[in-house]
T-cell receptor, first 112, second 111 residues
Framework: ELKVEQNPLFLSMQEGKNYTIYCNYS?????LYWYRQDPGKSLESLFV?????AVKQEGRLMASLDTKARLSTLHITAAVHDLSATYFC????????????FGQGTRLTINP | KAGVTQTPRYLIKTRGQQVTLSCSPI?????VSWYQQTPGQGLQFLFE???????NKGNFPGRFSGRQFSNSRSEMNVSTLELGDSALYLC??????????FGPGTRLTVL
């Protein structure tokens, strides 16, 4: 059974600092997604990582994928308050089958 | 392009009733997936439809069912509601093998 684990689950940080969220998964997959969820809202797609060594960046967020280690990271650079949200990673349970298995989510709070 | 839409946005039902939720995917997307989000279990896959056929199903009881119409719109139905069915139900649409885009969700409360 595919399991996806994120850590930390809660993260409180100061504006301007850097931090990394980790996403480990238990079986082989070449397709990993990162989503953002604001309180009471739906999921917003951030990144899709499709191959080993893939790196994508958007603003202060950068995601990478190491399929051999079954690990993805979401790195936040010089955090700003607007990045406060819950971040989820998700893996396709069967390559492209459109049935995602999500991690528990990391609730990120960025304090001024 | 318009995004994924879901109706209704909020529902309050009582135990034993049934409920139908609706999802309209992004134009051109033929795959529609449904997820349940609860504080205790997180986000869990319910089922996925493609071209009116259920392709994948999660680990939910038979009370949870769905269908997809020829225009790719999808509905899910929950019969004999239980308190534990209270959740945010999210619909997502995608092109084949592409990113899933999520709708705003339907928040179901079972009393």
């Amino acid at each position: 059974e595919l399991k996806v684990e994120q850590n930390p689950l809660f993260l409180s940080m100061q504006e301007g600092k850097n931090y990394t969220i980790y996403c480990n998964y238990s079986t082989t997959s070449d397709r990993l997604y990162w989503y953002r969820q604001d309180p009471g809202k739906s999921l917003e797609s951030l990144f899709v990582l499709l191959s080993n060594g893939a790196v994508k960046q958007e603003g202060r967020l950068m995601a990478s994928l190491d399929t051999k280690a079954r690990l993805s990271t979401l790195h936040i650079t010089a955090a700003v308050h607007d990045l406060s949200a819950t971040y989820f990673c998700a893996v396709d349970r069967d390559q492209g089958a459109q049935k995602l298995v999500f991690g528990q989510g990391t609730r990120l709070t960025i304090n001024p | 392009k318009a995004g994924v839409t879901q109706t209704p946005r909020y529902l309050i039902k009582t135990r034993g009733q049934q409920v139908t939720l609706s999802c309209s995917p992004i134009s051109g997307h033929r795959s529609v997936s449904w997820y349940q989000q609860t504080p205790g279990q997180g986000l869990q896959f319910l089922f996925e439809y493609f071209s009116e056929t259920q392709r994948n199903k999660g680990n939910f009881p038979g009370r949870f069912s769905g269908r997809q119409f020829s225009n790719s719109r999808s509905e899910m139905n929950v019969s004999t509601l239980e308190l534990g069915d209270s959740a945010l139900y999210l619909c997502a649409s995608s092109s084949t093998f592409d990113t899933q885009y999520f709708g705003p969700g339907t928040r179901l409360t079972v009393l």
